[in-house]
T-cell receptor, first 113, second 109 residues
């Protein structure tokens, strides 16, 4: 158990819909990272938050947004979903930046039908 | 060309064999991570290293910063080592992890 909790574990939704994925980091970790893993793209970095502030942005679509709340949990919002958004979405947390060890959640498997 | 490349992409070994997975990167990095992803999908961080060598049980990771190359070794491999192994380079300037495409390892009894 990494200490990082992601919910839900599985999500099936229709095209055009909006979903919210949730991540609770390990106790004491200030950074939360979101990653997308699809069959054809492998693992891709989406976005990082550190203590409530956006720290780095990767290949995140404009239809996607994220935030980190005062209690340090984070949410990834995916809207106007397309079939190609079907993927595993991971969050990871670390005490500081990614130069330190990161701990991954179990992932949320999103299926868009 | 990917900034982080792994080889081999697929590897089948017999139980007990010594296994090496390689990772080469073209970006300047300050740290490199080795991750393990089991068939169920969960990802576990194995090592984070910025120089030299680290060992944890039967796993050894090395990095050569000058040659921009890292290796993950598994000694006395076991079927439970079957997983995808992913290296990820941390580029300090961008504060991002850049992932390799992974190596699918199957250890047969």
């Amino acid at each position: 158990d990494s200490g990082v909790t992601q919910t839900p574990k599985h999500l099936i939704t229709a095209t055009g819909q909006r979903v919210t994925l949730r991540c609770s980091p390990r106790s004491g970790d200030l950074s939360v990272y979101w990653y997308q893993q699809s069959l054809d793209q492998g693992l891709q970095f989406l976005i990082q938050y550190y203590n409530g502030e956006e720290r780095a942005k990767g290949n995140i679509l404009e239809r996607f947004s994220a935030q980190q709340f005062p209690d340090l949990h984070s949410e990834l919002n995916l809207s106007s979903l397309e079939l190609g958004d079907s993927a595993l979405y991971f969050c990871a947390s670390s005490v500081g930046g990614v130069s330190g060890e990161a701990f991954f959640g179990q992932g949320t498997r999103l299926t868009v039908v | 060309k990917n900034e982080v490349e792994q080889s081999p992409q697929n590897l089948t070994a017999q139980e007990g064999e010594f296994i090496t997975i390689n990772c080469s990167y073209s970006v300047g990095i300050s740290a490199l991570h080795w991750l393990q992803q089991h068939p169920g999908g969960g990802i576990v961080s194995l090592f984070m290293l910025s120089s030299g060598k680290k060992k944890h049980g039967r796993l050894i990771a090395t990095i050569n910063i000058q040659e921009k190359h890292s290796s993950l070794h598994i000694t006395a491999s076991h079927p439970r080592d079957s997983a995808v192994y992913i290296c990820a380079a941390y580029g300090g300037a961008t504060n991002k992890l850049i992932f390799g495409t992974g190596t699918l390892l199957a250890v047969q009894p």
